[in-house]
């Protein structure tokens, strides 16, 4: 159970139902006004993405099919339909066939219960799991970074976001996840990158990154991306690809050990090389952005927040403002950000209509 640590300014007893289900998880929570949350069940679908390298849109809809009446349930096992305020659902940006089953499930509640219905975009529930958990001081500068986007936004005490700068091209989860894919650590590639990592040479592979000319604070991961299948096509790789995926075959979760144990030195170099390459990249854009808008605080969110060498970059960058990292259970999707994130709409009585729709891209 986890707390609040602002005092909350909405009635302590508000209970909100959030439901996600953007892409490959779905997953309910019920978070109360006093700063708790109650609840939060998470049913991730990775075995059954696993043997295809990355969320397959179509098996992901399937199975919120499967899992959602479930995970509402298990989610609502402290409560009852009566103690409801508000049912809030995650209405974009991602899988439109995903976003649908749940989307379409919290509209059904709503309209049995009649309780009102929030939409939520699911950046900014990764913005609202760190404004849940920490102290943060407005304006913030936002680094919400994840398998689907790496975007930067200036947040104001209203928590209102204006987008300062996003990624031309793919995701820095995505970058990490390709490429790990490509060196046979399975998906999603990011943890295992993170877990290696430590054990290879940050400096043994100059991989390019590009550079924006037009002094924007965008990113671009793709040449990065494209330079690491380079190096990985100039090497002799094929024995080490085999004894990695007879690994996997046979454990969906090898230890650090185990990866180590069909993973020679040279491709840990180029693992710590690439994942230094990319964190250097996040963590330049953190002090010009925050001068630009003049940042109390930085908030760094989604899934890629988890790692470690990033959480540490930051951190040590010395920087004259406090940087907040949500915990881990709130780090990578969940439905409590998206309950969080609920809140001062519920306030403000900003709800939606029974039909409202889905959206793939960030609006
Ligand atoms: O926020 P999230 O669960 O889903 C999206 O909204 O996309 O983020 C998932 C992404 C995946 O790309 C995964 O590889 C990445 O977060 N990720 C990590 C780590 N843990 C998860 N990337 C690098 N290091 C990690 N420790
Ligand atoms: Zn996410």
Redesign the pocket.
Known sequence: MQFCNQVPQWPMATRILGIES????TAAAVVEGSGKILSSVVASQLAAHAKYGGVVPEIASREHGRAIVPVVQAAMSGSTWSDLSAIAVTEGP?LIGSLLVGATYAKSLSYALALPLIGVN??EG?IHAVIWEQPVQFPALAL??????THLFSVAESYELRLLGRTRDD????A??KV?KLFGFG?????V???LAPYGNEKAVRFPIAKLKDGSLDFSFSGLKTAALRWFEAQDIADELADRYELLSSNPHPSAEEWLQVTPQRTLDAVASF?RTIITELVSRLRPSAEEIGAKSIIV??????????RDAAQRMGLPIPIYFPSPAL????AAMIAAAAFPKFRRGEFAGLDMPVYSQLR
């Open positions: 953007s892409c490959d998880e991602g699911h950046v990764h919400v970074v994840s398998g689907g986007h995701a820095a989860g995505e990490f996840d790990g998906y999603p590639g990011g943890p990158i993170d877990m994942q969110s989604g899934g890629v927040a988890c790692n470690r060498g990033l780090s990578t999707d969940n």
